[in-house]
């Protein structure tokens, strides 16, 4: 029985893979520089020694037809199983709602 098509490969290699580690403080600014920020001429977002927060900024390449998600998982050694993926949903809606009820407490009292 022929099939036509194109097969994928099972496992993939990243191109052109790169990361550094940068300390930042705070959360709400960019970590990574934007298209629009390098045409407008901005600098890029540097690493601030001593601050108390960690990232790890990867650049990296796929081939077509494969997924950076699943690279980002292999990495981070997360599970692909649905019941994995709605808690780590549930618990980033959480914290995110934390935040947002923590702003409004913040700016309530400065009115």
């Not at 990574?32 to 020694?49: C, H, I, K, M, W």
Request: net charge neutral; glycine share 8%.
């Amino acid at each position: 029985l022929a099939m036509g098509g194109a097969y994928r490969h099972v496992v993939q290699r990243p191109h052109a893979l790169e990361w550094q580690l940068m300390r930042y403080c705070d959360g709400t600014l960019p970590l990574a520089q934007t298209d629009l920020a390098a045409l407008r001429g901005q600098p890029a977002p540097r690493s601030e020694p001593n601050a108390p927060h960690l990232a790890l900024l990867i650049q990296f390449t796929l081939p077509p037809s494969t997924y950076a998600t699943m690279l980002l998982r292999e990495l981070t050694k997360q599970s692909t199983e649905l019941a994995h993926q709605l808690g780590l949903n549930k618990e980033s809606t959480a914290s995110a709602e934390a935040v947002g009820e923590a702003g409004a407490g913040a700016k309530a009292g400065a009115k």
